[in-house]
Nanobody
Framework: VQLQASGGGLVQDGGSLRLSCAAS????????MGWFRQAPGKEREFVAA????????NYADSVKGRLTIFRNNAENTVFLHMNSLKPEDTAVYYC???????????????????WGQGTLVTVSS
């Protein structure tokens, strides 16, 4: 499966953005989908994950209540809606796909096999 992330940009502190991850090659309903981010000089970190059906989600504590992951399997797309953005949310955001259903409960990059190219989110103070 190939993944294409989009929707990043520059937003002010407290603003909102919606990221999209479009899949091609295989239907996205076959995969647990996740979002990760990597800030300059830092390691890539887990943000959110969603099960194949969309019935189970998992969030990093730092984004819980502000970011929402959801999916539209009919459109082969996964989204990350981001509210109340903070400067510390500034990073390149990556979407990823995992074949194992158990990946939704894991927060490691190693759980995911396929990765998109990333989209930059910059939150200004």
């Amino acid at each position: 499966v190939q993944l294409q992330a989009s929707g990043g940009g520059l937003v002010q502190d407290g603003g909102s953005l919606r990221l999209s991850c479009a899949a091609s090659g295989r239907t996205v309903s076959n995969y647990v989908m996740g979002w990760f981010r990597q800030a300059p000089g830092k390691e890539r970190e887990f943000v959110a994950a969603i099960s194949r059906s969309g019935g189970t989600t998992n969030y990093a504590d730092s984004v819980k209540g502000r970011l929402t992951i959801f999916r539209n399997n009919a459109e082969n797309t996964v989204f990350l809606h981001m509210n109340s953005l903070k400067p510390e949310d500034t990073a390149v955001y990556y979407c990823a796909a995992a074949e194992s259903p158990s990946a939704v409960a894991r927060r490691t990059t190693t759980a995911y096999k396929y990765w998109g190219q990333g989209t930059l989110v910059t939150v200004s103070s």
